[in-house]
């Protein structure tokens, strides 16, 4: 699943390739919007949100998507062959006179009213990658529920937006807290706030998402996709389990011996 970072950056090349330029044409093969056609409008702007996209047209039209667990944009010279996948799982193409980009897989697919874009992104907590980035606000609500796994708060995306698995991992080995500890237990949760958002802040330049500021082959991130295998501090084999409840479980990884 991609990552707030990968959101950011996919978002800031698809609006240096659309914005300010004319659609000539498009094709959303979605059924709700089948029949909908968008050539001719302007696209202003495209920002992130979290996770979330929001291409925005001139009168006020905003086509919002979301990558879930394997979605991806893919920008194309007109002509060039596309290989994000097959026909079949493309949802969407935006075409201007210079670009062609390709929404493939896409979960989410909406359009609406600039307006109404509260809808699809207003219960998000704050933006890590926004401009409106807010940490105090999201220690608030992160230590609203005490109760809650840290693991799993991080990435709930009405607490903070933009923490996928890789970055809640590394960042609960950075500050040496298991995954599973209580938030009501962490003792600075701004800390924790703190590093996540460095760590998105550092990678979302690139498509690569280091940790560990190794970029070497499997020497990227301490704990993340690493269960089994030594830890890089300390050489304790990496924990990995479950974490969360079905559908929305995901792996977590962490040092028994790093992470109390
Ligand atoms: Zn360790």
């Known amino acids: 699943m991609p990552e707030g970072d990968t959101v950011w950056l996919a978002g800031r090349r698809l609006h240096d390739a659309l914005a300010g330029h004319a659609l000539t044409r498009t094709d959303f093969r979605v059924p709700q ?3 909908v056609d968008l050539s001719g ?3 202003t702007e495209v920002v992130s949100r979290g996770k979330h996209l929001l291409f925005r ?7 919002h998507t979301h990558f879930r667990m394997d979605g991806t944009w893919h920008l194309y010279r007109p002509g060039e062959r596309w290989r994000g996948g097959p026909q ?14 390709v929404g493939y897989r ?4 909406e359009l609406l009213p600039r307006d109404r874009e509260h809808e699809a992104v207003g219960h998000l ?3 890590i990658l ?3 980035w807010d940490p105090e606000e999201a220690v608030r609500r992160l230590a609203a529920d005490p109760d809650r796994e840290l693991g799993q708060a991080l990435l709930d995306q009405r607490n903070l937006a933009g923490i996928g698995n890789v970055y809640k991992a590394e960042s609960c080995f950075l500050v040496g807290l298991s995954p599973w500890t209580r938030v009501g237990d962490v003792p ?3 800390a924790v706030v703190d590093r996540a958002a460095r760590l998105l802040q550092a990678n979302k330049n690139t498509a690569a998402q280091v940790t560990t500021g190794d970029t070497r082959r499997g020497r990227q991130h301490w704990v993340f996709e690493r269960g089994g295998r030594p830890c890089l501090r300390c050489g304790t084999a990496v924990a990995s389990a479950r974490q969360g409840d079905p559908p929305y479980d995901r792996i977590s990884y962490w040092c028994p011996a790093c992470q109390r």
């Open 188 to 190: 600075d949760l701004a």
């Open 130 to 132: 926004g401009p409106d």
């Open 57 to 63: 047209a001139d009168d006020d039209l905003t086509l």
């Open 106 to 109: 896409l979960p989410v697919v």
């Open 33 to 35: 919007l089948a029949t």
């Open 41 to 43: 409008r302007t696209v």
């Open 88 to 101: 079949w799982q493309v949802r969407v193409l935006l075409e201007t006179a210079r670009w062609q980009a």
């Open 125 to 127: 907590g704050p933006d």
